[in-house]
T-cell receptor, first 112, second 117 residues
Framework: DQQVKQNSPSLSVQEGRISILNCDYT??????FLWYKKYPAEGPTFLIS?????DKNEDGRFTVFLNKSAKHLSLHIVPSQPGDSAVYFC???????????FGAGTRLFVKA | GAVVSQHPSWVICKSGTSVKIECRSL??????MFWYRQFPKQSLMLMAT?????????EQGVEKDKFLINHASLTLSTLTVTSAHPEDSSFYIC?????????????FGSGTRLTVV
């Protein structure tokens, strides 16, 4: 039972353009959502998060949008840079229960 | 900050032996830590939730006797892979909830690559 889904295993974007990474969740008990960037053989690096009481959070080039009715969130990176190339994981948490569930990840390629 | 240190970063052990992995929160106290496992080209799978001073909560399908978790202090959780076999070879990562969740999220260690030969 995949509670958090990232349906695109990979995404290729030209440098300078926008990268949009999508994530869907099924459990309405999730109240906090996070995006992580990960390189092979390293732990995930936290990028940005959003509480379920908000629908948008922005931090520099990264913006996360949350659509609670659709149980959908997305990460926008603009402008995309070659250094953004990595695997991006979406995660959903229930802050009361402290459990965090990850999606399968989307590999982003930013071409120079 | 909210730093989680994980040790060792890689380990090779013989089949049948046990391996202990440590996860420390360096600049904050963590009553709860999490242990994940990642197979090649797959997502992070939550194995268990480690609770300070009490028993860990294991996810369905994770063998409690195989993966022993101890959370003896507010800054240290350990995962012991007992009687390791080649199929236990994987990348294990711990995480803890940072006090400033919005700024640091759930902070992760750097991971441990376990190879059982």
């Amino acid at each position: 039972d995949q509670q958090v889904k990232q349906n695109s295993p990979s995404l290729s974007v030209q440098e300078g353009r926008i990268s949009i990474l999508n994530c869907d969740y099924t459990n309405s008990m999730f109240d906090y959502f996070l995006w992580y960037k990960k390189y092979p053989a390293e732990g995930p690096t936290f990028l940005i998060s959003i509480s379920s009481i908000k629908d948008k959070n922005e931090d520099g080039r990264f913006t996360v949008f949350l659509n609670k009715s659709a149980k959908h969130l997305s990460l926008h990176i603009v402008p995309s840079q070659p250094g953004d190339s990595a695997v991006y994981f979406c995660a959903a948490a229930n802050t009361g229960g402290f459990k965090t569930i990850f999606g399968a990840g989307t590999r982003l390629f930013v071409k120079a | 900050g909210a730093v989680v240190s994980q040790h060792p970063s890689w380990v090779i052990c013989k089949s049948g032996t046990s391996v202990k992995i440590e996860c420390r929160s360096l600049d904050f106290q963590a009553t709860t830590m999490f242990w994940y496992r990642q197979f090649p080209k797959q997502s992070l799978m939550l194995m268990a939730t480690s609770n300070e001073g009490s028993k860990a909560t294991y996810e369905q399908g994770v063998e409690k006797d195989k993966f022993l978790i101890n959370h003896a202090s507010l800054t240290l959780s350990t995962l012991t892979v007992t009687s390791a076999h080649p199929e236990d070879s994987s990348f294990y990562i711990c995480s803890a909830r940072a006090p400033d969740l919005a700024r640091y999220g759930y902070t992760f260690g750097s991971g441990t690559r376990l190879t059982v030969v």
